[in-house]
Nanobody
């Protein structure tokens, strides 16, 4: 059974930095892409997609970032712990929301559509105060 567990979300001031984590189990990570999405406060309308933030192949050879986080988002990994660490810097109020990691079972592509992902973590809350 695939399991993804996020942690690290908290309240931070505008301009600050934050390191999240996503630990995966129950899957062969070399066969997956791990991506990050966020959902703004207020919930998600039925049928609406979550916002793609960034994606990373386990080998690190493929990376994709949304324009909104270019230059502010770096992903590192500890392969022996099956854990991915997104590092967010120069945080903005619009980064506020629930941040999720998700696994896509094709290591050769990083979809930006949340509908292409079937394995999700429970999310971690990030709040950026203005």
């Amino acid at each position: 059974q695939v399991r993804l567990v996020e942690s690290g979300g908290r309240l931070v001031q505008t301009g600050g930095s934050l390191r999240l984590s996503c630990t995966a189990s129950g899957l062969t990570l070399s066969s997956y892409v791990i991506s990050w999405f966020r959902q703004a406060p207020g919930g998600q309308a039925p049928g609406a997609e979550r916002e793609f933030v960034a994606g990373n192949s386990w080998s690190g050879t493929m990376k994709s970032y949304a324009d909104s986080v270019q230059g502010r988002f770096i992903i590192s990994r500890e392969n022996d712990k099956n854990t991915v660490y997104p590092q967010l810097s120069r945080l903005k109020p619009e980064d506020t929301g629930t941040h999720y990691c998700a696994a896509h079972q094709n290591p050769n592509t990083i979809p930006s559509s949340s509908r292409k992902y079937f394995d999700w973590g429970q999310g971690t809350q990030v709040t950026v105060s203005s």
